[in-house]
């Protein structure tokens, strides 16, 4: 049971489970793991789980006509991660994910989870909530990139994923923020001059 551990730990402050419901859910999931570089998911493929991260963080990025990648989001220890469109649509995912540590997640197949929804409505809440936070998250991250300066952006992005900063490639933080490396570098380096580094 201590694997399950965290994510217990995280759907009890979301939903609390009684022993049963509980006892049905870890029924599905499975361990697995990914080396650093190795992709969770590759842009094109169809996504067949929810993922549950218990170590590592990962990165979810396009990659454009032009062959460049953009930076979508970073997932840290303990969030939920998967492509939400291709669960929803069974269509090819339009995004990668891919490891930047050494990743241990579980999984749950979601036509399982899907069939957990008919039997208890508790999953069917829990759905609802996973899918309001990706909403409330994409579109703080939407505003941030239309309204917000690159240093305010970058502050944001500590806020939100600064436990990981130092685990993330500067030029992967840069395409997050829709900024070059070389501009970042500038604003770290105006932040430790004026002493307001957060």
Known sequence: MHLFTPLLTFLDRTLPLT????????????????????????????????????????????????????IKSFCATHEFITSYSSLLTSSPSQFSIQALQPATLLRIYYPDFMALTAEDPIWERLARRM?????????????????????????????????????????????????????????????RNTQVYP
């Open 19 to 70: 022993e049963d419901q509980t006892s049905r859910f870890t029924s599905l999931l499975t361990p697995t793991s990914l080396d650093k570089g190795e992709h969770l998911l590759r842009s094109g493929e169809q996504m067949s789980y929810l993922y549950f991260s218990l170590s590592g963080c990962f990165r979810m990025y396009y990659s454009t006509y032009e062959g460049k990648e953009r």
């Open 131 to 191: 899918s309001e936070g990706l909403y409330l998250k994409k579109e703080r991250r939407e505003m941030q990139l239309l309204t917000l300066s690159a240093e305010d952006r970058y502050r944001c992005f500590l806020e939100e994923f600064g436990t990981l900063e130092n685990e993330i490639p500067q030029y992967y933080i840069a395409s997050y923020l829709g900024i070059t490396p070389v501009a970042l570098s500038r604003i770290r380096a105006k932040w």
